[in-house]
């Protein structure tokens, strides 16, 4: 659903464009992975060409130009290989918000963590997580924002029937005490993967079309918010601001 991307888009947002420490825990990918997303997002060049170094002059000024912005004291901190047992990562952050002043940080994801404190069964396991997580946010006093795989139920949905298909906080995986820890829920829905399509069935252009559905906020409303997800500057955009060319009719 491209729920990485969203993330590093929201953490470098903060950093970049608001200068708030951000502390980036990737439980998943390593951190020159991390840095070609970002470059690629800061350069508006394709990720695969930053990989394989194809680039114009023009491109490789941009680059160069996003490459310093990034060194120059951007405070975005990134940590791609933390402790994934709970208690010692709790341990960890706590020093290392300490020391860079972080005020938010990121985890991607939640199911990667493990625990020992005394969970019989895997659902267990993640409620002891969460709950670790949710005293580190108190104690720190600052957000601590998670990502979080879904089961595959919407999938087995009919794509008929929008509303059922979409995906919904009993969709987490082990959803229980994550909708229960968590102040807010947003859940990400790709229609254009959902109806194998750039079409929806009244014929809108959906391409690249990403809703943000905030389905649970203590501090303030539910909504639905549109984005265009451009993956391959791991990119996401106000839905308006649309550099695609409109879908064209074949006859």
């Known amino acids: 659903m491209g729920k990485s991307t969203f993330f590093i888009n929201m953490a470098l947002t903060q950093a970049l464009v608001y200068n708030i420490p951000v502390l980036f825990y990737s439980m998943e990918k390593a951190t020159n992975q991390i840095i070609r997303q970002i470059l690629s997002y800061m350069s508006g060049i394709e990720g695969n060409k930053i990989s394989c170094?194809?680039?114009?002059?023009?491109?490789?000024?941009?680059?160069?130009e996003a490459t310093s912005k990034l060194g120059n004291d951007i405070p975005l901190y990134i940590v791609s290989n933390p402790p994934?047992?709970?208690?010692?990562?709790?341990?960890?952050?706590?020093?290392?918000?300490?020391?860079?002043?972080?005020?938010?940080?990121?985890?991607?994801?939640?199911?990667?963590?493990?625990?020992?404190?005394?969970?019989?069964?895997?659902?267990?396991?993640?409620?002891a997580c969460t709950r670790e997580l949710k005293h580190l946010a108190k104690e720190l006093n600052i957000p601590i924002?998670?990502?979080?795989?879904?089961?595959?139920?919407?999938?087995?949905?009919?794509?008929?029937?929008?509303?059922?298909?979409?995906?919904?906080?009993y969709d987490l995986r082990d959803s229980g005490t994550i909708c229960e820890d968590s102040n807010v829920v947003i859940l990400l829905d790709r229609p254009e993967i959902k109806y194998r399509s750039y079409e929806d069935p009244n014929g809108n252009n959906i391409?690249?079309?990403?809703?943000?559905?905030?389905?649970?906020?203590?501090?303030?409303?539910?909504?639905?918010?549109?984005?265009?997800f451009k993956p391959e500057i791991a990119k996401m955009d106000n839905w308006e601001d649309d550099d695609y060319l409109p879908l064209q009719t074949y006859h």
């Open 53 to 64: 170094g194809s680039l114009t002059s023009e491109e490789w000024q941009r680059l160069t």
């Open 84 to 127: 994934y047992d709970i208690t010692q990562f709790c341990k960890e952050a706590k020093e290392t918000v300490a020391h860079t002043a972080a005020k938010i940080i990121y985890i991607d994801n939640l199911h990667l963590f493990s625990s020992f404190l005394g969970a019989q069964n895997r659902y267990e396991e993640i409620a």
């Open 145 to 169: 924002v998670m990502a979080s795989q879904i089961n595959r139920n919407p999938e087995h949905r009919s794509p008929n029937s929008t509303e059922h298909y979409k995906p919904y906080m």
């Open 207 to 228: 391409r690249g079309l990403v809703e943000v559905i905030i389905a649970k906020n203590h501090m303030g409303p539910e909504d639905t918010i549109r984005l265009r």
